[in-house]
């Protein structure tokens, strides 16, 4: 698995910027996706999205999109190792796709190889440069790889991005958090507090953050 891994690394420096091809789907296929996608993005049936996906797949089989939205719902049914498969075929195709080389990172982390996580959430790092909503996977990518420095640089640049949900808030909070700076933690909260993007309940809600309630920078809104 690591020489593969190590194969699409050589392909993704080899191959021009722009060669990635753009797929065009029939509209039975694109009305197949666009249901797939909806199963799984509310929840409704993961079964169906990866059936339906299959379908859009057999007809495209080089259709990042299709690979990378099965390579999700294979993840989410707890089969990491077809989900890389996916993933793997994506960032093949798409070598400048930064979200590809994430799904490969999640893919690979959750199946245990972490050598090769590693390498694929370098790869996405230097690929990614805005999406708050991606710099906040990678940063809970890199936390859970253990590098602690870089998940807080993730992080960080997650708060920049524009309209920065809150989840960017929580995440560079649980960070600080695992580095025990329960005061850097604290203000990052106050920030999204602040702002009106967290509340009180998120705080309270979140098992890893609920005991900064006490902290004097969250004073104001633990009030009671």
Known sequence: MYLRLLTILLIAFLLPE????????????????????????TGSSLNEAKTRLDTVIRALPEDVEALMLRSQ??????????????AQSAVALQPA???AWLLLCE????????????TALERAG??????ADLHIRLSYNAQMLGDLDQ???FGRLALTQDRSPAGANVQLARVFQAKSRPDAAAVTLAGGLEKGILTARDVTAD????????????????QN
């Open 97 to 99: 796709n930064g979200e």
């Open 73 to 86: 719902v294979l993840l989410a049914l707890g089969r990491p190792e077809d989900a890389a498969r996916d």
């Open 207 to 222: 098992p890893e953050l609920s005991s900064l309630r006490s902290r004097p920078e969250l004073q104001r809104w633990f």
């Open 18 to 41: 722009g060669s990635q091809g753009q797929i065009v789907r029939p509209q039975e296929l694109s009305l197949q996706y666009h249901r797939a996608e909806r199963a799984f993005r």
């Open 151 to 153: 998940a807080e640089a």
């Open 107 to 118: 893919t690979r982390r959750s199946a245990g190889a972490v050598a090769e996580a590693v």
């Open 126 to 131: 230097s690929l990614i440069d805005s999406g």
